[in-house]
């Protein structure tokens, strides 16, 4: 919880898919609407995340975009739980060195935020951790039934982790159980895809048609890779810290993952684990869309490997290493504090001035309209609108701003555009725009012709 509590002191829970998510789940308290066929709801083919938010919102009477920190803790909560437990089981001495060495590895791509998937990932952990447990019991093999189904109604793509697992347990184990359970979550998941989920399904079959290759080197890219933008020195060397730290806990876990390997010393759930996860991160490389979300479930078996040293002469030295290794991780958080790009949470004055724009806008005449790129989804999402939407990482952006009948300028934008050595305030001056909202930080400018 500690690792990720810098993100508690925004005004609201940032994360690169929040706004999207955040738009949708007030789109569904205010209207009740939860039609997947309108524009930009598809993502309501899995209803179970916003109808979660849909009763927390009238149990405790809180907005989401406050609700949202408390799932995010309860999800960090349930998350070090169940991942304790599952490597408590392996290694009882060293479960907390597991632990820690798993959320440095995965700081950067852990996908824990105000998303479906995040939900999705603290039922497969649980699912895991019930894996664990030696002796199978009719009401563990209940629950984890239970568990799956309401994960294929979470998300897309996480259901199809555990049906690889337990295909993959079966072969590792040869226990018969487990090839009745990979045909029971594979007829669900199926069932599931075709007929409730069916505009997704079909949209994946297209994918199938080309084979895509960019998902990994734009990672490596981004690992390697500098700033846009002229960092300050003092998050130079925070970012230096930060690369270190990640590849040397990654390192030192995947050489004790790789000897443990070799000694024939992980059980059956931890190399299942492994095989299941690596043949997803396979098939991303040919369908995009599943993104790097199978990096989450990788680590887990690798982060074991940190335990191997403990039991080693190499142990004083380990834990040694490993101490300052958690020392220096303070720096991770803060080279993430500095963004020369996409900002992934919005302000109080941004979330006044967007709802004033949802609020009082004609959604429904043709227009065009420049905002953020990020600002742009949580727009799209709470209007379901078919206005022609512009932003700044588009390949014509800047391209020239009197083309738009509507600009919602933030902080965001602003940069984008000195990125680019432009400024908007000309344009005001001259008096083609007209200033409705202004919150200091963030303001609504619509052409004086439309206003």
């Known amino acids: 919880m500690s690792m990720y509590s810098l993100r508690y ?37 899995w209803p179970f995340f ?15 975009i406050y609700f949202e920190f408390v799932l995010f803790a309860i999800l960090g909560v349930l998350y070090v739980a169940s991942l304790y437990v599952y490597a408590s089981r392996f290694s009882k001495d060293g479960s907390y060195i597991a ?3 798993y959320f440095i590895i995965m ?13 999705a990932m603290g039922l497969l952990y649980t699912m895991f951790m019930l894996e664990t447990h030696t002796l199978r019991k009719r009401e563990m093999t209940l629950a984890t039934m239970i568990l799956f189904t309401s994960v294929t109604f979470v998300h897309p793509f996480a259901a199809v982790f555990f049906i690889i697992y337990t295909l993959a347990m079966y072969i590792t184990s040869r226990n018969k159980n487990y090839i009745r359970l990979f045909l029971f979550t594979l007829a669900v998941y199926l069932t599931v895809s075709i007929f409730f989920t069916n505009l997704f399904f079909s949209n994946v079959v297209k994918q199938l048609t080309v ?48 000897f443990l390997l070799l000694k024939r010393k992980l059980r059956h759930v931890d190399f299942a684990i492994f095989i299941s996860t690596t043949l997803f991160a396979v098939a991303a490389t040919i369908l995009p869309i599943m993104g790097r979300r199978g990096f989450f479930a990788l680590a887990i078996p690798i982060s074991l490997g940190a335990t191997y040293f403990l039991k080693s002469k190499f142990e004083r030295h380990f834990k040694c290493l490993f101490l300052v290794l958690v020392i220096f991780f303070s720096s991770i958080p803060l080279t993430e504090s500095f963004s020369d790009g996409q900002i992934f949470f919005q302000t109080k004055d941004q979330y006044q001035c967007t709802n004033f724009a949802i609020s009082y806008y004609n959604w429904t005449r043709q227009s065009s309209i420049l905002s953020h790129f990020r600002l742009m989804l949580y727009l799209q999402a709470k209007t379901a609108s078919d206005v022609s939407f512009g932003h700044d990482l588009s390949s014509n952006f800047p391209g020239d701003v009197r083309n738009y009948d509507f600009i919602l300028y933030t902080v965001g934008l602003g940069k984008s555009y000195l990125r680019h050595n432009y400024s908007t305030t000309e344009l005001f001056r001259e008096g083609r725009y007209n200033r409705v909202f202004d919150s200091k930080y963030s303001y609504i400018v619509i052409k004086a012709s439309d206003s």
């Open 211 to 258: 084979i895509h290759s960019y998902e990994y080197t734009t990672l490596v890219g981004r690992t390697f890779g500098g700033r846009v933008a002229p960092a300050p020195l003092i998050d130079a060397i925070a970012q230096t810290f930060s690369r270190v730290i990640v590849l040397s806990t990654g390192v030192i876990a995947g050489l004790g993952f790789f």
């Open 99 to 101: 632990i820690i060495a």
């Open 9 to 45: 002191f925004y005004y609201s829970l940032c994360g690169s898919d929040t706004l999207t998510f955040r738009g949708l789940t007030e789109y569904v308290i205010t209207t009740g609407d939860q039609d997947p066929s309108k524009l930009y709801h598809w993502y309501f083919q």
């Open 107 to 119: 700081y950067w791509f852990l996908n824990y935020q105000f998303a479906p998937f995040s939900l």
């Open 50 to 64: 916003f109808i979660l938010n849909q009763i927390a919102n009238s149990i405790t009477g809180l907005e989401i």
